[in-house]
């Protein structure tokens, strides 16, 4: 999505996260004294200039190793888990001996890891824009044994000069069709409410831009990969919301399907099979060829 109306008016109401020194040549003070110092002192002995000139030396405390490594964010994320598994290695070895202490201790560790995977994007991390991407991702995850195959953060190229000025966060290819999902995180504090399928209102505040950029998206993807394929490829917008609470399942505003961003794989598995799997196929090369990547590696 590009950021012309990504968040448009709901960043109004949400919450953001977001020595001197001194040259010793130019110092005036340090000029007079200069000049009106004796030759004596100019003169001193080989000792008080080195005094003077000789580097400090640094001394290094110790333990300062430990400290480095406590200091890195990588070491730190991992203690509570360490800590979890000699604690619990500890417990058991006191209880069964030291060999199933050990095994648990080691099951631990596993089972965290195994734990941090399923938390992992397949999008680098400074690639994203926001955490809604990142759950309607882990939901499109478990679709993929129903036939369906998914391109995250893709640009979407103008005609006339081919430069990526807008991005889909999900296009999602299946059975059902192809979808363009953008998902977005709204004030939750303010109401979502629509007008005979024609406008979208978060609080006080018009989504008109938001959905018509969405809708572009969509229709841009849909030239560009029937272009590719030789058939008519339609691409149905979308609108993952999450934060406020969403009074319907999925409307339809301005030609584009609104729902909460929890129902994004309810949303795709409800509907009729309209594409063979080698259709399937042949859009999803046609895609990775044609809408590259926003952030390319």
């Known amino acids: 999505m590009p950021p012309m109306g990504k968040g448009y008016g709901a960043s109004l109401m949400a919450t953001t996260e977001r020595g001197d020194g ?28 080195e005094h003077h000139h000789q580097a400090p030396v640094k001394e290094h405390p110790e333990g300062g190793t430990a400290a480095a490594l406590l200091a890195d964010p990588r070491i730190r994320r991992r203690l509570p888990t360490a800590g979890t598994a000699l604690g619990a ?4 070895w006191l209880l069964g001996g030291w060999r199933l202490g050990l095994t648990v201790a080691v099951l631990v560790v596993i089972g965290d890891v195994v734990r941090r995977s ?24 478990s679709l993929q044994r129903n036939g369906y195959v998914v391109l995250h953060a893709r640009a979407v190229p103008r005609d006339d000069d081919g430069v990526s000025d807008g991005r889909i966060d999900h296009l999602v290819i299946g059975p059902s069709g192809v979808y363009a999902i953008d998902s977005e995180k709204w004030d939750k504090r303010l109401p979502v409410r629509t007008m005979s399928h024609l406008k979208l209102f978060h609080g006080p505040f018009n989504k008109k831009d938001r959905l018509d950029e969405a ?27 999450y934060g406020p609470s969403i009074p319907w399942k999925v409307m339809r505003v301005r030609d584009v399907d609104v729902y909460a961003g929890n129902r994004a794989r309810a949303y795709l598995r409800r509907r009729p099979k309209i594409l063979t799997e080698g259709d399937v196929e042949r859009i999803f090369e046609a895609a990775q060829q044609a809408l590259p990547p926003k952030y390319p590696d």
């Open 215 to 241: 809708r572009w998206e969509a229709q841009q993807a849909s030239s560009i990969l029937a272009a590719r394929c030789g058939f008519e490829v339609p691409v149905q917008p979308s609108v993952a919301i």
């Open 22 to 49: 001194h040259d010793a040549r130019g110092h005036p003070q340090a000029r007079s004294e200069a000049t009106g110092s004796t030759a004596t002192q100019a003169t001193g002995s080989e000792e008080t200039r």
């Open 118 to 141: 399923r938390k992992t994007s397949s999008v680098t991390a400074w690639q994203k824009s926001s955490a809604a991407e990142r759950r309607t991702e882990k939901q499109l995850k």
């Open 89 to 92: 290695g500890l417990a058991v």
